[in-house]
């Protein structure tokens, strides 16, 4: 800020060009700890709230593979449980963290 200021980067500047660059990583990992803890919390709540209405979803398949003990299913599930996690953490939140780390020089 010190630095910004010297510059010549006050108020809404200063906020712009200093504060909010540097606050982005933390932003950022901010988002990728949210989306973990709602994928968790959907699965969670689908498997709780099972009902044919809702339609099939992944938690619905590992709790059907539960009550049936059809463990082909419940491995099936929860590997596609663990693609959509890994999926999302690498097209989406890992561009996102290298071109993040590469405009601040920490990753060539």
Do not use: C, N
């Not at 979803?57 to 419940?74: F, H, P, V, Y």
């Amino acid at each position: 800020l010190r630095a910004g200021r010297s510059l010549g980067a006050t108020g809404l500047r200063g906020a712009r060009h200093v504060v909010m660059p540097a606050a982005l990583p933390g932003y950022l990992a901010g988002l990728k700890q949210g989306w973990a803890f709602s994928w968790r919390s959907l699965m969670a709540a689908e498997i709780i709230a099972s009902s044919p209405d809702l339609g099939l979803g992944l938690g619905q398949l590992l709790e059907s593979g539960r009550e049936t003990s059809d463990m082909a299913r419940i491995f099936l599930a929860i590997v596609l449980i663990l693609l959509v996690g890994v999926a999302v953490d690498l097209l989406v939140f890992g561009p996102l963290e290298r071109r993040t780390l590469r405009r601040r020089g920490l990753r060539p």
